[in-house]
Antibody
Framework: QVQLVQSGAEVKKPGASVKVSCKASGYTFTTYGISWVRQAPGQGLEWMGWISAYNGNTNYAQKLQGRVTMTTDTSTSTTYMELRGLRSDDTAVYYC????????????????WGQGTLVTVSS | EIVLTQSPGTLSLSPGERATLSCRASQSVSGSYLAWYQQKPGQAPRLLIHGASSRAAGIPDRFSGSGSGTDFTLTINRLEPEDFAVYYCQQYGSSPKTFGQGTKVEIK
């Protein structure tokens, strides 16, 4: 069965960086992409960006450009999302999700999701 | 960036009733690449509908999606107790893959 298992909760100080992992299993990793979506407390869903597990191509939300980096390790079927220069408004649950978009050209939706990782930014 | 506006913000209904949720896009959604998700407290979103009208695997047929262009609808026939949740639409035809702000379906 398809599973996405994320790393545990993090508490960071403003200005620090956080790196969240997402380990996939139960499917051929390189035939899909991974999207990252975050949700601030009591708020809606915000798409952060996408990475191709096939070749590592990325597409980031403009508001996070320069602060976010997504990478994949095909040997372990793991995707990473690093967010730098953390601010209090980055406090959120961060989700990875399997995205049917495998290549930079194309479209895909997210059918399986990780359990979420709470990142708290506080001084 | 395509802005998705969902209405109403909250829908108060009783079990057995029909729920009709709207998602309006600021510009045409290419390829009808519009999805609907359900989210319950403390849980990850669950894909219900993709391609505006195709049910995802394992989704009961009381959930249906329709629409094209800029206007889309999620209909839930005969609400079950487990259907009370927040519903989000998302367009994935262009970047960024934006979400609507959500509609909460609550028990009346």
């Amino acid at each position: 069965q398809v599973q996405l298992v994320q790393s545990g909760a993090e508490v960071k100080k403003p200005g620090a960086s956080v790196k969240v992992s997402c380990k996939a299993s139960g499917y051929t990793f390189t035939t899909y992409g991974i999207s990252w979506v975050r949700q601030a407390p009591g708020q809606g869903l915000e798409w952060m960006g996408w990475i191709s597990a096939y070749n590592g191509n990325t597409n980031y939300a403009q508001k996070l450009q320069g602060r976010v980096t997504m990478t994949t390790d095909t040997s372990t079927s793991t995707t990473y999302m690093e967010l730098r220069g953390l601010r209090s408004d980055d406090t959120a649950v961060y989700y990875c999700a399997r995205d049917h978009q495998a290549h930079i050209v194309g479209a895909g939706t997210c059918d399986y999701w990780g359990q979420g990782t709470l990142v708290t930014v506080s001084s | 960036e395509i802005v998705l506006t969902q209405s109403p913000g909250t829908l108060s209904l009783s079990p057995g009733e029909r729920a009709t949720l709207s998602c309006r896009a600021s510009q045409s959604v290419s390829g009808s690449y519009l999805a609907w998700y359900q989210q319950k407290p403390g849980q990850a979103p669950r894909l219900l509908i993709h391609g505006a009208s195709s049910r995802a695997a394992g989704i009961p047929d009381r959930f249906s999606g329709s629409g094209s262009g800029t206007d889309f609808t999620l209909t839930i026939n005969r609400l079950e107790p487990e259907d009370f949740a927040v519903y989000y639409c998302q367009q994935y035809g262009s970047s960024p893959k934006t979400f609507g702000q959500g509609t909460k379906v609550e028990i009346k």
